[in-house]
């Protein structure tokens, strides 16, 4: 049954991404930061769209090629809201070429699109296509500034390992077609054996690209730190935990790892990017390649949950992702906030405090939750994802977790000590922040807040969602 | 009620943070009338305060996260109370040291008002999510006051003691979460945790592994030998006032950690611990001391008396008697008073001269009388004189253990005696001998002062000769702890 209402929003965000390519010939330039808002009222819109149809019957759609499944559509919301806060964002970013407002805004909603898909998807097909359309957005923007050096060798890097780990996965789909005859994602169509899990590590091998899971991080940091801010932003959260959500769909529920012994293996990459990441963050003097490690880190806690597999460490991951969005968000607002002024060092957070003590307490949130302090959202997350691994008795994976939690807040607190703790160069001016980039650090502030102290309607509402179709 | 004292002080910070920074008098003012309104409000607990029960008092209970059965849960007993009325106390108190503050005065009070609420929530929370939140909830606050007010090593000592603490409550963290899953139905509630049906689902293997979790935990904060390194940098790196709180109440959050959870909830891990506890008490006295006769500078002499004064304190409960667990419990308060006292003292004389040095002085009983005479009695009640607080809980402590270990009790007592050496040998270089003529235009104490220290050598005293009122308002529940 060809059931193409299921991704009615999916085709028609990427039916508006069109309409902003197109509102850009006509637009005079002058004009161009309509496009900004045009683009982020769409992503706006669609969300709105999804929320108000939360509730309908899980379907499948075209022989099980996507499904429309709560659990998907939470997915979709997070990805939306990524989208709407980092195009908010880009509209006070002053490095972005206007002429080129409407292909920017296109370019997003269109990854955006893509990572709609890609959590719908329950085909490797689809998988794969929907994960190229997001890739190849994904490289264009994040060589935007095209004076910049450093944003082209960025967006080289991350095309390259892209290529490359897209080279690996299309290799472990094409064994998974050998084992099973299929590429739908199904248990029970293909004979277990070497060949199955050897094409399960593949696959894993190339979601981990996307997810900076170590080893497989290294284009990272160069990509984050020279991609535009607000596109950094983006790529550090949306395409994470799209990639999370397909990483559940097949590692938790479809083949699930313990059944195929791959437990051993996503646990021990866990601890692995956590540590790799935590522990490189200490030695980072631009804020923008520490929240890039940072980043890394934060996806090795999310992977916990994956690796213990059970009922709660899935809603674990789904709640700390939801969690992620806004205070990872929130961080990459106040830098951008600060960096456009006097550049991405970390030097240029000195005594923040005293110019702005609004701006430097709300960073101190970001950071403490992403830390995993109480009582901010962040710990509810970890909280969640470490009682998971209590739960299944995994002791050594929530001693790796916590022991990470406590060193990361020494990097983190690198920022925190020159916001407090430095003068500033010469007299403490005033710090001018656009009124969109303050509208976005406000929403994730409420985020941190408000699912921290009262966590319990995310909770109920990640509880709801977490039923896959397989 | 219970609410309202913790969330009095959050108020306050509030009000404070959207105070405009130039407004001093209007942000003190608030800090004062928040704080205020937390101890009148533990103080008229006293009237409705029933000694003869050991159950949990005022308790205010609600759904906080219903999917895990997470709940606000608050109350009061013989053992908390008396640290909730301390932290009060202590924190108005501190707050009279903190008027001197004339730096970035808004953010000051806004972090101290928000410690206060991490610290009068840890003794009134009885579930574990709720209390370990409130016991992070302490770390922020502090590592701003130590490290923007701080010493000259201000920095370092924030991180230090951001970071030790914190490694010690995420293990507490785990133990928790292993408590919850072990028991049935899953729970944080800490009296359902200490229920006997509950309590026959942990055997002894787990006990003892969750034990250590916590201990981790409250060893970092009591702090118990070797775990202790972070105190004095960070208790002589503080603002006076700040390093008031830390002796007077943050130490004390680990030693009722250590009471309420660590023992109530896994006794049989507590039990398998003993042996360790008392060679642990033992050298926190012995080493405690030592190390203080070894420093000049008094703040870091106070600091490490600290150390042994919380050594006096795991002394007793090792000692696992009524009087032992009293003693403790009373310790706790008056190491709170009389240690509180003295960083205010020490702090006087550091504001004046810029130097804590002990050789630097001498000859100042005749020049400052009455800093002379107050310092001379808080360091008796420090150093165990009978007639003042310290001595009857010091003396509850040994008395308790003793019979349960008689040798590292006697090898305790020498501890009392390094005590009474370093205190006297600072007397001595500080206030007698030859007039050191350099601080020949130093003043006596101002009102500010005396406000601050006066209404702590008050309670020293009266602890000291009547001590029934306030091990009254303990025994039940200390009895009820032991099982009699």
Excluded at chain 1, 356 to 379: C, E, H, N, Y
Excluded at chain 2, 91 to 117: M, Q
Aim: glycine share 10%.
């Amino acid at each position: 049954m060809l059931n193409l209402g299921l991704l009615t929003p999916d085709l028609v965000l990427a039916g508006l991404a069109l309409a902003v390519m197109l509102a850009d010939m006509v637009l005079p330039p002058s004009r161009s930061r309509w496009l900004y808002h045009l683009a982020w009222v769409s992503a706006a819109g669609v969300l709105t769209a999804i929320v108000l149809g939360l509730g309908k019957p899980a379907t499948m759609g075209m022989g099980s090629l996507w499904v429309a499944d709560s659990f998907s559509q939470f997915f979709k919301m997070t990805t939306l809201l990524a989208a709407v806060l980092c195009l908010l964002l880009s509209l006070d970013y002053k490095a972005l070429p206007a002429r080129h407002a409407g292909t920017f805004g296109a370019l997003m909603l269109f990854s955006t699109a893509g990572l709609m898909l890609l959590v719908s998807a329950s085909d490797l097909l689809l998988v794969f296509v929907s994960l190229e359309l997001v890739s190849i957005s994904s490289f264009i923007l994040a060589g935007f500034e095209r004076s910049n050096p450093k944003s082209n060798e960025g967006a080289m890097k991350y095309f390259l390992f892209g290529a490359f780990s897209s080279a690996i996965m299309v290799f472990g789909i094409s064994l998974y077609y050998g084992a099973a005859g299929t590429t739908k994602l199904a248990a029970g169509l293909a004979a277990p054996g070497p060949m199955l899990i050897l094409a399960l590590i593949l696959i894993f091998l190339g979601f981990g690209f996307k997810a900076s899971l170590a080893p497989m991080h290294f284009w990272v940091p160069d990509a984050y730190e020279g991609a535009p801010t607000p596109v950094t932003t983006f790529l550090s959260v949306a395409p994470k935990l799209a990639t999370f959500a397909v990483l559940m769909r097949v590692y938790g529920t479809v083949f699930p790892s313990a059944q195929y012994e791959l437990q051993a293996l996503v646990a021990l990459i866990a601890s692995l990017t956590m540590t790799v990441g935590n522990f490189t963050a200490f030695f980072q003097d631009d804020a923008k390649r520490l929240l890039a490690y940072s980043s890394i880190a934060q996806a090795g806690y999310l992977l916990i949950g994956l690796a213990v597999g059970t009922p709660l460490g899935l809603e674990g991951v789904m709640m700390y992702a939801f969690v992620y969005v806004a205070m990872n968000i929130g961080a990459f607002a106040v830098i951008q906030a600060v960096g456009e002024e006097g550049g991405y060092g970390l030097d240029a957070f000195d005594g923040l405090s005293k110019r702005s003590l609004g701006l430097a307490l709300t960073m101190t949130f970001f950071l403490l939750s992403l830390a995993g302090i109480p009582p901010l959202a962040g710990f509810m997350g970890k909280l969640y994802i470490f009682a998971s691994a209590v739960e299944a008795g995994r002791w050594w994976l929530a001693v790796v977790g916590v022991v990470n939690s406590v060193a990361s807040v020494y990097f983190y607190f690198r920022i925190v000590h020159r916001m407090f703790f430095r003068g500033t160069r010469g007299e403490p001016a005033g710090l001018r922040v656009g009124p969109h980039v303050y509208g976005a650090i406000a929403v994730a502030v409420a985020g941190v807040l408000f699912f921290g102290i009262p966590p319990e309607p995310l909770i109920a509402g990640v509880r709801a969602s977490a039923h896959l179709l397989p | 009620m219970l609410s309202l004292i913790v969330w009095s002080p959050l108020v306050g910070a509030l009000i404070v943070l959207m105070t405009p920074k130039e407004k001093v008098r209007a942000i003190q003012t608030v800090s004062f009338v928040a704080a205020g309104v937390a101890l009148a409000a533990s103080l008229t607990l006293l009237l409705n305060f029933d000694r003869g029960s050991a159950a949990m008092q005022f308790v205010e209970r609600w759904m906080w996260i219903p999917s895990l059965n997470v709940q606000y849960l608050l109350g009061i007993d013989g053992l908390s109370y008396p640290l909730v009325l301390l932290t009060a106390f202590m924190s108005v108190i501190a707050l009279v040291g903190s008027l001197g503050i004339k730096e970035r005065v808004k953010e000051y009070f806004f972090w101290f008002l928000l410690l206060e609420v991490g610290m009068l929530g840890v003794f009134a929370a009885l579930d574990l999510v709720l209390f370990y939140v409130f016991w992070e909830l302490t770390l922020v606050p502090m590592y701003f006051l130590i490290g923007v007010w701080g010493g000259p090593k201000k920095e370092f000592a924030a991180i230090k003691f951001f970071l030790y603490t914190l490694s010690g409550s995420v293990f507490m963290l785990l133990s928790i979460l292993a408590l919850y899953f072990k028991s049935a139905p899953h729970t944080f509630d800490m009296l359902e945790l200490m229920k006997p049906g509950v309590q026959s689902l942990f055997d002894p293997r787990f006990q003892i592994l969750a034990f250590l979790g916590l201990y981790f935990g409250m060893a970092i904060k009591i702090p118990a030998f070797p775990f202790h390194t972070w105190l004095p940098l960070a208790h002589v790196e503080a603002p006076t006032p700040i390093s008031v709180i830390l002796a007077a109440v943050l130490l004390k959050m680990g030693v009722y950690g250590l009471l309420r959870i660590a023992y109530g909830i896994t006794p049989l891990g507590f039990a398998w611990f003993l042996p360790a506890l008392i060679v642990i008490a033992v050298i926190n006295i012995v080493y405690g001391a030592l190390c203080a006769m070894a420093q000049t500078d008094m703040k870091k002499m106070v600091a490490y008396s600290s150390v042994n004064h919380m050594g006096y304190c795991l002394l007793g409960i090792a000692g696992m008697s009524a009087t032992g667990f009293s003693g403790a419990a009373f310790q706790m308060v008056n190491h709170g008073i009389i240690t509180g006292a003295l960083f205010l003292l020490v702090g006087v004389i550091y504001d004046r001269a810029h130097t804590r040095d002990v050789s630097a002085f001498g000859g100042l009983a005749l020049k400052l009388p009455v800093y002379s005479g107050l310092m001379a009695m808080t360091c008796f009640a420090s150093l165990g004189l009978p007639g003042l607080a310290g001595f009857i809980s010091e003396f509850m402590c040994f008395l308790g253990a003793f019979s349960a270990w008689p040798w590292p009790t006697a090898i305790s007592v020498v501890g009392i005696i390094a005590t009474a050496a370093f205190f006297l040998r600072m007397m001595q270089k500080v206030f007698l001998g030859a007039f050191n003529e350099k601080w020949a235009g130093m003043e006596d104490m101002t009102a500010r002062e005396l406000i601050s220290v006066m209404p702590l050598a008050v309670v020293t005293v009266w602890f000291g000769i009547a001590p029934k009122w306030p091990l009254d308002l303990m025994n039940k529940t200390i009895e009820h702890m032991l099982g009699k």
